[in-house]
Structure formats: C-alpha cells, structure tokens
C-alpha cells in the first residue's frame, strides 16, 4: 500500500473520525473502521543487551493529528522526537499530551536518581518501508544512575527533549507489561516503531 497516497485519498475522513471520536483503541493500536486503516505502535526494551522485551503502546489523539497535519496540512515537520521515561503505575489514556505526560506520568527527571543524561534521548529513525517506520538499529540509551534503584513503567516519545518539559506534542505512549527496575550503571535501551496498515 502506498502510505503517502492512502492518507492523501482519506484526509478529510480521517480528521472527520478524530473530531468526532469516530475510531477505536485497542491492544492492537488505533482503528479507523470507516477508513479501513489501523494505526499501531510497539516499544520494544532490553537492560544491557538482554531481556528484550515489547510492550504495545497508545497513539495519543494529539499525535494522531500531528502525523495528519504534516502529511497532509502545512504543519511542520519534527526535526527529531524524544523518548521519555515515566515511573507511575499508569496507562496512558488518548487525551495525554505533551502538555499533561510528565504530571499524568511521573516522568523520570532527575540526574543521580534516574538517568544520568541531561536530556531525553532521541529517536534515531530509518526511513519508512513498508508502512513502517522504527529506531531498530540505533535504539535510545539510558545509563541509570541511582544510589538504590529506578522503576520504569513506560515511556512516551515527545517533541521536545527537555526533561519535564510540557510544550511541544506527544506522539505515543506505552505502559510495560512489567515494570523494569534498574540500578546503577544499567544501560536501558528503547526502540520504537510506528505502522499504518489496511484493515
């Protein structure tokens, strides 16, 4: 399927259903039953090189209009998205924001009782194939530091790289099937890939 003409055909319907809450969410991602299109995610996680694991994730509504306002509106293109890592037991809902993740989410922020990088880190994206766009090959690293240990619950991929920060958009977010609990040195790597399919 051609991504770029799919959308092209089907904008006005998909701005239509988003406006009125004409889809569906599920563990499968974001359907559009009149479209015939499904929208979905997968983090996928491992703590120094083993223990790989994915976990299913919710494209918010903000995001949602994001992908349709660059692809097919006069909206501008993100030069680069951001994962950031959340400590509470919580799962994200279609209505967080970039504006509301950090509260709704207790975003990990802290330098010495976190992670030690000053930002959240990138996500280094190949170019899309197959309706499928991911950071396979160059997956987002983490270097815990923490005098006792972190649990991550989840993650978000965001606009801005400040960690805490509250402006810009959330694209995607996910709650683990398990929490990770980390300590000091461990190197938590994260990917993530995005797929638009025909349903």
Do not use: C
């Not at 509260?103 to 190949?126: C, D, H, K, L, M």
């Not at 006792?148 to 805490?164: E, R």
């Amino acid at each position: 399927m051609n991504i770029d003409r799919y959308l092209l055909k089907h904008s006005r319907e998909f701005a239509t259903a988003l406006r009125n809450h004409q889809y569906e969410i599920s563990d499968a991602g974001v359907h559009f039953p009149k479209q015939g299109a499904i929208v979905s995610g997968l983090y996928t996680h491992d703590v120094n090189g083993t223990d790989e694991r994915q976990d299913a994730n919710i494209v918010v509504t903000e995001g949602l209009n994001h992908i349709l306002d660059v692809a097919l509106h006069d909206a501008t293109k993100v030069a680069t998205w951001y994962f950031g890592l959340f400590s509470a037991n919580v799962t994200p809902v279609n209505t967080w924001t970039a504006a509301n993740f950090t509260a709704n989410a207790t975003e990990i922020v802290s330098n010495t009782e976190g992670y030690s990088e000053t930002t959240r880190q990138a996500f280094v994206e190949a170019a899309a194939a197959a309706g499928s766009i991911n950071n396979t090959a160059s997956k987002a690293a983490f270097t815990i530091a923490t005098a006792t240990s972190v649990t991550v619950w989840g993650a978000g991929l965001l606009s801005s790289n400040i960690k805490g920060g509250t402006t810009g958009t959330l694209l995607s977010s996910a709650k683990f099937s398990a929490a990770r609990t980390l300590y000091a040195t461990d190197v938590f790597n994260l990917g993530y890939t995005l797929t638009l399919t025909s349903s």
